[in-house]
């Protein structure tokens, strides 16, 4: 389901960033909205023709994987796909306009706690994978919604809205970098998901989303880059677009290596935290935290 959900915004959020950026850069309301709109219904509509391949498919899954139980927690992970891909859009729409605050909330703060706070109480309610999978499905959507009035609030008035030329030529081959992306980051879960026991995915699963908990700290300073540089580089100032690398690829470092030590010195007390039986993740941990700086230029 994430990886459909990475697919199904075909790589809008980018294209958002890149002609929405240059678009608000040019103070064009009316171009900018353009962009919005076309990018917003594109990832609707990829996201509803995935949320159906992945319900048409849930039994193959579920028999690739040996796991019968695993068809009926993929229905309601299929609901929450077009409303990941729409969310993603939306946030990207926020970061073109230079609003850090509301995007950075949105995936940072809202999307984070209302997951922890409907996981417990799917959790108590009843103790079960679709549980845990109908109260995700919840979050997505209501993150979805709270984004877009976030979005509205802020979204240029004015000027007439005319055709985006060169938005899905520029996005869909971005759509397809991340999905291979995704896929190589995701083959040692789908190796393990084939041949260990659930309890060893589990074990890993906790280790490797606590390494990426670096780079979600690091979005606040990252937050802004993209619609910077794309505003900048259609403008051809390249000295300025120089500056401005060299001091977020400084920023991100200075944040970023301290956060890298703490889980390679602390990571089984970390994992300790979950459970007595995570801290046997600790060397998976270690291993994955100093990857997570090569991604931060």
Same mark, same amino acid.
């Given at each position: 389901?994430?990886?459909?959900?990475?697919?199904?915004?075909?790589?809008?959020?980018?294209?958002?960033?890149?002609?929405?950026?240059?678009?608000?850069?040019?103070?064009?309301?009316?171009?900018?909205?353009?962009?919005?709109?076309?990018?917003?219904?594109?990832?609707? !509509?990829?996201?509803? *023709? &995935?949320?159906?391949?992945?319900?048409?498919?849930?039994?193959?899954?579920?028999?690739?994987?040996?796991?019968?139980?695993?068809?009926?927690?993929?229905?309601?992970? *299929?609901?929450?796909?077009?409303?990941?891909?729409? &969310?993603?859009?939306?946030?990207?729409? =926020?970061?073109?306009?230079?609003?850090?605050?509301?995007?950075?909330?949105?995936?940072?703060?809202?999307?984070?706690?209302?997951?922890? *706070?409907?996981? *417990?109480?799917?959790?108590?309610?009843?103790?079960?994978?679709?549980?845990?999978?109908?109260?995700?499905?919840?979050?997505?959507?209501?993150?979805?919604?709270?984004?877009?009035?976030?979005?509205?609030?802020?979204?240029?008035?004015?000027?007439?809205?005319?055709?985006?030329?060169? =938005?899905?030529?520029?996005?869909?081959?971005?759509?397809?970098?991340?999905?291979?992306?995704?896929?190589?980051?995701?083959?040692?879960?789908?190796?393990?998901?084939?041949? &260990?026991?659930?309890?060893?995915?589990?074990?890993?699963?906790?280790?490797?989303?606590?390494?990426?908990?670096?780079?979600?700290?690091?979005?606040?300073?990252?937050?802004?880059?993209? @619609?910077? !540089?794309?505003?900048?580089?259609?403008?051809?100032?390249?000295?300025?677009?120089?500056?401005?690398?060299?001091?977020?690829?400084?920023?991100?470092?200075? !944040?970023?290596?301290?956060?890298?030590?703490?889980?390679?010195?602390?990571?089984?007390?970390?994992?300790?935290?979950?459970?007595?039986?995570?801290?046997?993740?600790?060397?998976?941990?270690?291993?994955?935290?100093?990857?997570?700086?090569?991604?931060? @230029?």
């Amino acid at each position: 389901s994430s990886l459909l959900a990475e697919a199904c915004d075909l790589g809008m959020d980018y294209g958002v960033l890149r002609f929405g950026g240059i678009a608000h850069g040019a103070k064009d309301p009316g171009r900018f909205r353009a962009v919005v709109v076309r990018a917003l219904l594109g990832a609707a !509509v990829a996201g509803g *023709a &995935a949320a159906a391949l992945l319900i048409a498919g849930g039994g193959m899954v579920a028999r690739l994987f040996e796991k019968p139980a695993l068809e009926a927690v993929l229905l309601p992970l *299929a609901l929450a796909v077009p409303c990941t891909g729409g &969310a993603e859009v939306a946030r990207a729409s =926020l970061r073109a306009l230079g609003r850090a605050l509301p995007s950075v909330a949105s995936d940072s703060m809202v999307a984070p706690v209302l997951r922890l *706070a409907t996981g *417990a109480w799917a959790v108590a309610l009843a103790p079960s994978p679709r549980a845990a999978a109908l109260a995700y499905a919840w979050t997505e959507a209501t993150v979805l919604v709270v984004t877009l009035l976030m979005l509205w609030r802020v979204l240029p008035r004015g000027g007439r809205r005319g055709p985006v030329p060169g =938005l899905f030529r520029f996005s869909l081959p971005m759509s397809l970098n991340r999905v291979i992306l995704y896929t190589n980051n995701q083959t040692e879960v789908i190796v393990l998901g084939l041949l &260990a026991p659930a309890a060893t995915v589990g074990i890993f699963g906790v280790a490797k989303r606590l390494s990426t908990v670096i780079g979600a700290l690091l979005t606040s300073v990252t937050v802004l880059f993209n @619609p910077m !540089v794309a505003d900048l580089h259609h403008k051809r100032h390249h000295t300025e677009l120089d500056r401005l690398f060299k001091t977020a690829t400084r920023w991100l470092f200075t !944040v970023g290596f301290p956060l890298c030590l703490i889980e390679v010195l602390f990571a089984r007390d970390l994992l300790h935290v979950f459970g007595g039986g995570f801290s046997s993740g600790a060397t998976a941990l270690a291993i994955l935290a100093p990857l997570a700086p090569s991604a931060w @230029p």
